[in-house]
């Protein structure tokens, strides 16, 4: 039987740089997220994420404020990512409000009351943190809006999904603002399902059946004017400049796809030497070198600030594709049993899937369609 912990404690691909040590402790953090994250891998994809394998990794120093230097938050994803996307899912979501609320310190005096209400824990990992906002990318009307009245704003619209409703003790929803604040996104920092508070106004759907990455506790939520007192905004943004922000952001490749990518080559890797099979070794060895080839060139775009966008795109679909193809590896090598539910390779096919379309823009989606069509001219 194939070992569906390989990864991290196997990995034929290895960091982009240094290997990440727990903060303060210098013990490898792979350590903590393969008892933590990868041997929980199944039970959370088919029940949920649970609350105390973030609370372990929040122990650890491995949720709240990023690893310094940058490469070893990138380094940290890849191996939380590789273990169990789901989980990755939960824990990249926290890093949204974390910073937008750090961001806003010695800014509106209004919030200096919910910033320290809520950073201490959200640095240490004690509060976990959701986040709305990828509505505020999409063409068209803006849904939900954000109202201003006095001593505050009104929330109307709905919310497709809020990944880690179930887990997460506050959200952070991003709002268009209407009328003359229509230039403006407002962050508004609301009770989650953890929390015992209700927001009136505020209806939460059941859990999405989702093909992919259901454990992540994944619901949809109405917002029928809930009113957000200045005092529970952490900040309010301007919307042009965060959106071209953004938009280098989502394209460059993330570190997720080379996360999930480890770790089906890593499952590879151990099924050819089970097998003693040269020509799954032979494939598990070429795949690592690509892997190793297209990371170090979308991380070396990622950390240019003059990179161009059309760069940053072409990493970031080549990150994709790779992804399919190591994913789909595993299936192929392992044939009729990876079919069966629960098994690591079926899974990461479906992450794999889900990665595609994750933060996709219309960009992106550009990209990795002309990508698709080279291969197949």
């Not at 803006?142 to 990944?163: E, H």
């Not at 097998?275 to 990622?302: K, N």
């Not at 098994?343 to 096919?349: F, K, S, T």
Request: charged share 20%; hydrophobic share 50%.
């Amino acid at each position: 039987m194939i070992d569906a912990l390989a990864f991290p404690l196997r990995d034929p691909v290895g960091p982009a740089d240094a290997p990440v040590a727990l903060p303060n402790a210098g013990m490898p953090a792979l350590d903590v997220i393969a008892d933590a994250v990868a041997a929980n891998a199944a039970s959370a994809d088919a029940s949920g994420v649970p609350r105390a394998t973030i609370d372990v990794l929040a122990a650890a120093g491995l949720l709240g404020s990023p690893l310094q230097p940058a490469s070893a938050q990138r380094e940290l994803g890849e191996l939380i990512a590789g273990s169990d996307a789901s989980t990755w899912f939960c824990w990249v979501q926290h890093q949204t409000p974390l910073r937008i609320l750090e961001g806003a310190v010695g800014t509106a005096a209004s919030g200096d009351e919910l910033r320290a209400e809520l950073l201490p824990g959200l640095r240490s990992g004690a509060l976990l943190a959701a986040v709305a906002f990828a509505h505020v990318r999409r063409p068209g009307p803006a849904n939900p809006v954000a109202t201003r009245i006095p001593g505050g704003w009104r929330l109307d619209g709905t919310l497709d999904w809020v990944t880690s409703w179930d887990i997460a003790d506050v959200v952070m929803v991003m709002a268009q603002g209407a009328g003359d604040d229509s230039g403006a996104l407002v962050c508004c920092y609301l009770p989650a399902g953890r929390a015992a508070e209700v927001t009136s106004g505020l209806t939460v759907g059941e859990p999405l059946h989702l093909l992919a990455m259901s454990g992540t506790h994944t619901r949809p939520v109405r917002l029928d004017e809930v009113v957000v007192p200045d005092e529970r905004v952490g900040a309010v943004l301007d919307r042009a400049p965060w959106l071209a922000a953004d938009a280098i952001k989502t394209a460059d490749a993330n570190p997720s796809a080379f996360g999930v990518t480890r770790g089906a080559i890593a499952e590879l890797s151990v099924l050819a030497e089970q097998r003693s099979d040269s020509l799954m070794a032979e494939l598990a060895d070429a795949l690592a070198d690509e892997c190793r080839s297209v990371r170090g060139a979308a991380y070396a775009m990622a950390d240019d600030p003059d990179a161009p966008m059309a760069g940053r795109l072409t990493h970031r679909a080549a990150s994709l594709d790779l992804l399919v193809r190591a994913t789909t590896a595993v299936v192929v090598a392992r044939a009729g049993a990876s079919m069966r539910a629960g098994q690591p390779a079926e899974r990461r096919l479906r992450e794999a899937m889900f990665l595609q379309v994750q933060a996709q823009t219309a960009p992106t989606r550009e990209a990795s369609l002309r990508l698709m069509l080279g291969r197949s001219g």
